[in-house]
C-alpha cells in the first residue's frame, strides 16, 4: 500500500485545512487509518484514527472538537478536517495504515504498517 498525504499549506490561526490521504496499491477498505503529525525537535504524535468502516474514531485531547476524520473507501481515501487551527498545529501531518484485523483502535505509530510522506501544516499567528 502506498500512501500520498496532501492538502497542507501556510494558514492563519483560527483558519481551516482539508487533508487528504490517497491509497494506492491495494484497498484500504480492511485497514484501520490513522493521522499523526511530528513538530520539529519533537517526537511523532497521534491525532486521530478511524476503524476500518469509518463506524468508530478516536482522537488525541488537543483535537478534539476541532479535527474530524472520515474516509471513504469507495475512493480509497481518508480525509483530516482542521478547524480552529492554532500555532502549535504546526507540523509535518503523516497519514498510516494498520493492517492487523484486530478489531481494536490504537494510537500508537508503531501499530501502522504503512506511513504517507507526510504534507506540512503551517498555522502563522
Known amino acids: 500500500v502506498q500512501l500520498q498525504a496532501s492538502g497542507g499549506g501556510l494558514v492563519p490561526a483560527g483558519g481551516s485545512l482539508r487533508l487528504s490521504c490517497a491509497a494506492s496499491g491495494r484497498a484500504i477498505g480492511n485497514y484501520k487509518m490513522g493521522w499523526f503529525r511530528q513538530a520539529p525537535g519533537k517526537e511523532r504524535e497521534f491525532i486521530a484514527t478511524i476503524s476500518w468502516r469509518g463506524r468508530r474514531t478516536q482522537y488525541a485531547d488537543f483535537v478534539k472538537g476541532r479535527f474530524t476524520i472520515s474516509r471513504d473507501n469507495a475512493k480509497n481515501t481518508v480525509l483530516l478536517q482542521m478547524n480552529n487551527l492554532k500555532f502549535e498545529d504546526t507540523a509535518v501531518y503523516y497519514c498510516?495504515?494498520?493492517?492487523?484485523?484486530?478489531?481494536?483502535?490504537?494510537?500508537?505509530?508503531?501499530?501502522?504498517?504503512?506511513w504517507g510522506q507526510g504534507t506540512q501544516v503551517t498555522v502563522s499567528s
Open positions: 498510516a495504515a494498520d493492517r492487523t484485523g484486530a478489531d481494536a483502535l490504537t494510537t500508537r505509530a508503531g501499530d501502522y504498517d504503512y
